[in-house]
C-alpha cells in the first residue's frame, strides 16, 4: 500500500506529493473561482432563451397521405384545401399543377 515513488537521487525538482499538492491546490482555486458569483452580479446574467422544440407529436400530418412529416410541409392545393403535405405528396400536388396548366 506505499505509494512512494521510486527514489531518484538525481531528480530534484518537485516530489510526486508535492506536485500532487499543487494540483489540489490549483484545483480548490479553480473551484472557489467558479462559485456562484453574489445576488446582485448573478442578475446581470442573461437567460439564453430556450430553443423551441416541436414535439413529435405536434409534428404536421400530411393531408394527403396521412403520415407525419417534418419541416414545415408544402401546400397541397389544388389537391386539398387546407394543411400542409409532405415531400412525397408534394410531386403529386406539383403534377396535378401543371395539368392545370
Ligand atoms: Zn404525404
Redesign the pocket.
Known amino acids: 500500500m506505499d505509494e512512494e515513488e521510486e527514489y531518484d537521487e538525481w531528480y530534484c525538482g518537485p516530489s510526486k506529493k508535492e506536485l500532487k499538492e499543487q494540483a489540489d491546490a490549483r484545483r480548490a482555486k479553480m473551484l472557489a473561482e467558479q462559485s456562484p458569483p453574489p445576488r446582485s452580479q448573478r442578475k446581470s446574467h442573461k437567460k439564453t432563451p430556450r430553443r423551441i422544440l416541436i414535439p413529435v407529436i405536434d409534428r404536421e400530418r ?1 393531408v ?2 396521412g ?1 407525419r ?1 417534418d419541416g414545415p410541409g408544402h401546400n397541397p392545393e389544388p389537391l386539398k384545401q387546407k394543411g400542409r ?2 415531400n ?2 408534394n410531386l403529386a400536388v406539383i403534377n396535378a399543377r401543371w395539368k392545370m396548366l
Open positions: 400530411c394527403i397521405c403520415d412529416f403535405c409532405c412525397t405528396c
